[in-house]
């Protein structure tokens, strides 16, 4: 494969992975053929303990964007390179205004914490949690690990109600981003955390030129990164937002061969 372009970041769910949270062969393979040559990263919304099985098998080397851009991992020295926390004070914020709102919390406080906290453990969490490979800890006072900032919150709700949970969060923690990362899921990030912007942060720590680059994804929040990418590729299944901004749009990951 000849290409120009340097390093290729992929977004996980729904994109590497198929809809059922499996690996086509033919993705597998082409990763394999793409990395010989090329640096290939993850560029996901989701935690180290829930990324970590996808980096080990997909042999990921290079750094990786976790929690959306809040964290830039270094996979082979297991450490964060860059990472942003929600302050304390804006985290509990979120967290009373959420209240009035038929969703379940979760808390993401510290990269090296393998568990998600809870207040209760609701279906809509448990079939999160199996989907993510992740484990949860009940919690009875949330106080303390908002106060230390956490690195994410998510909220699990009706697609129906979550935008007028997204206009009060908005309105409360304006410095705060507040993302739809799929139609059942609100998270709530660090000031300034994009995946875009974790993008153009670890490529001046490889120096290589963004231009340089190729980002695929299939929900909104992977705009930034698709857009500020050399190559901005869009599945096929995604909404017709993300599409029109995207250079590309391909339904299977195999597919970029043809494509490059």
């Not at 379940?104 to 199996?130: A, C, G, K, W």
């Not at 923690?173 to 990362?181: T, Y």
């Not at 980002?215 to 599945?235: E, F, H, W």
């Not at 599409?243 to 299977?252: E, H, L, N, S, T």
Request: glycine share 6%; net charge negative.
């Amino acid at each position: 494969m000849n290409t120009d372009y340097e390093l290729f970041a992929f977004d996980v769910d729904g994109t590497l992975l198929e809809r059922d949270g499996t690996l086509a062969s033919s993705t597998r393979q082409f990763l394999a053929r793409l990395s010989q040559h090329h640096r290939v990263t993850l560029a996901t919304g989701r935690s180290i303990s829930s990324a970590r099985p996808w980096i080990d098998k997909l042999k990921i080397t290079t750094p990786a964007v976790l929690y959306h851009g809040a964290v830039v991992y270094n996979t082979l020295g297991k450490r964060s390179l860059y990472e942003a926390h929600i302050p304390g004070e804006l985290a509990r914020k979120v967290f009373v205004a959420a209240r009035g709102f038929p969703v379940h919390p979760q808390i993401y406080p510290s990269l090296n914490d393998p568990y998600v906290y809870v207040s209760e453990m609701t279906p809509p969490i448990r079939t999160f949690l199996n989907r993510e490979g992740l484990s949860e800890k009940l919690i009875d006072d949330e106080t303390a690990l908002l106060a230390a900032g956490p690195i994410k919150l998510l909220f699990i709700g009706d697609p129906e109600e979550l935008p007028a949970l997204e206009d009060k969060l908005r309105t409360v923690a304006p410095e705060l981003v507040i993302m739809r990362s799929e139609k059942k899921y609100v998270e709530v990030l660090p000031p300034g955390v994009s995946k875009g912007a974790a993008l153009a942060w670890l490529c001046e720590y490889l120096d290589i030129p963004l231009a340089r680059t190729v980002a695929v994804g299939d929900q909104m929040i992977d705009l930034s990164m698709i857009k500020l990418a050399g190559l901005g590729v869009a599945m096929a299944h995604s909404k017709s937002d993300l599409q029109v901004r995207a250079d590309a749009i391909i339904a299977q990951i195999s597919e970029l061969e043809a494509l490059l």
